[in-house]
């Protein structure tokens, strides 16, 4: 089983920024990747950016040019920064881990960003 916790939600002012950790443990395969997902209020979750175990990113255009997704894997951990904060950007932010040799998904319980004056 792998644990996901995520940190570093919280109330941000447009134009703002805040840096999001997920943190994974347990039984982690070495073929993984990890990302965020978030989900607004009446809207569908959607992906925001993952990396893979390799360093490789992707991100949705609405967030490329603000978000940069980095890891640190000696500490199996990920870090999204989140620079210049709309307020279409508030959701509850899901940090994911994919095992890619069994293609098991697990997730983190959540964490609230809200970006508002």
């Known amino acids: 089983q792998v644990q996901l916790v995520e940190s570093g939600g919280g109330l941000v002012q447009p134009g703002g920024s805040l840096r999001l950790s997920c943190a994974a443990s347990g039984s982690i395969s070495a073929i993984y990747v990890m990302g965020w997902y978030r989900q607004a209020p009446g809207k569908q979750r959607e992906l925001v950016a993952t990396?893979?175990?390799?360093?490789?990113?992707d991100y949705t255009d609405s967030v490329k040019g603000r978000f940069t997704l980095s890891r640190d894997n000696a500490k199996s951990t990920v870090y999204l920064q989140m620079n210049s904060l709309k307020p279409e950007d508030t959701a509850v932010y899901y940090c994911?881990?994919?095992?890619?040799?069994?293609?098991?998904?697990?997730w983190g319980q959540g964490t609230q960003v809200t970006v508002s004056s």
């Open positions: 990396i893979s175990s390799g360093g490789s990113t």
């Open positions: 994911n881990l994919k095992n890619l040799i069994f293609q098991t998904n697990y």
